[in-house]
């Protein structure tokens, strides 16, 4: 595609960048990602991408905006109250730059619809709010061969890592399965700063971008912890598993499962 | 002996094992997940790994908010 004038004048700070430039904004218009959740991570990831010009942003979540999610969910609204966060997402997305296409998919991921949901984008995004859907997305990005883009929050911690599968571990190589139902807190027990998803999504949003362009080193093989309180960044490199039950050299998941539903209490 | 936990030189008491340590640390075995030199621990291994002076010792909490 040619740029306008306008798309010249917008990507202007992108374009004259080497390691970018028409090439790079190219590929990134032409990027189809996808984002598991329109929360705390969605929201910045989204808003970035959006941003940038990623030309199709999906944004998977079935929940609608709460009062107490605008502490932290930066494209949600007191106007946006009781909308769906899909939808909601896509009006600020949109409203930020109207060459992106924002598809929101007001569905939970399942063992059925996520292999079908994911197979038409470039990347995915874990934004999710609990474990259960944590494996899941691994797993089926696992299945398809589809770089993932990991974040998670808890109170002043992040982590943020990029799985290449089959050229890296996966999130199962780290955490071999889910921790026992009400054993790790959620944020809305345990709270969250607000501004933490913001530096973890940035994150996300970079290796998103950097995946897109090509260039640079991507997050794989590491763990990023951000300890927000300390103000320190730890990266721990995580090896790949041998005997991981779905990478590994004779998997043991063939095929998806759903967790029961006590796990989904995160 | 002394340890790099999380990256940082720890003092501890020898011949402690990964289970000792996350007691140590008042740390609930199934919030982490515990890497020793490079090497993922299996759950099942934690009463039986004991760690040498020098080990790095990376310790990664669950974490599941988004």
Known sequence: MDFTEEQLKRYSRHIILPEVGGKGQKKISEAKVLLVGAGGLGCPVGYYLAAAGVGTIAMVDD?????????????????????????????????????????????????????????????????????????????????LKKPLVSGAILRFEGQVTTILPHDGPCYRCLFE?????????????????????????????????????????????????????????????????????????????????????????? | MTLTLNGKKTDIQDDLTVEGLLGYLMIAPARVAVEVNLSIIKKNDYHTCVLKDGDKVEIVNFVGGG
């Open chain 1, 177 to 266: 399965e889910a921790p026992p139902p009400g054993l790790v807190p959620s944020c809305q027990e345990a709270g969250v700063l607000g501004v933490l998803p913001g530096v973890i999504g940035a994150l996300q949003a970079t290796e998103v971008l950097k995946l897109i362009i090509g260039k640079g080193t991507p997050l794989k093989g590491r763990l990023l912890i951000y300890d927000a309180l300390g103000v320190n960044f730890r990266k721990v490199k995580i090896p790949k598993n041998d005997d991981c039950a779905i990478c590994g050299k004779s998997p043991t998941i063939t095929e998806l499962t759903d967790l029961p539903e006590e796990y989904c209490s995160i």
């Open chain 1, 63 to 143: 929940d609608k905006v709460e009062l107490s999610n605008l502490q932290r969910q930066i494209a949600h609204s007191v106007k946006t109250l009781d909308v769906h966060k899909a939808d909601s997402a896509k009006q600020t997305f949109e409203a930020l730059n109207p060459d992106v296409n924002v598809i929101p998919i007001k569905e939970r991921l399942n063992s059925k619809n996520i292999l079908d949901l994911f197979r038409d984008y470039d990347i995915i995004v874990d934004g999710t709010d609990n474990f259960p859907t944590r494996y899941l997305i691994n797993d089926a990005c696992v299945m």
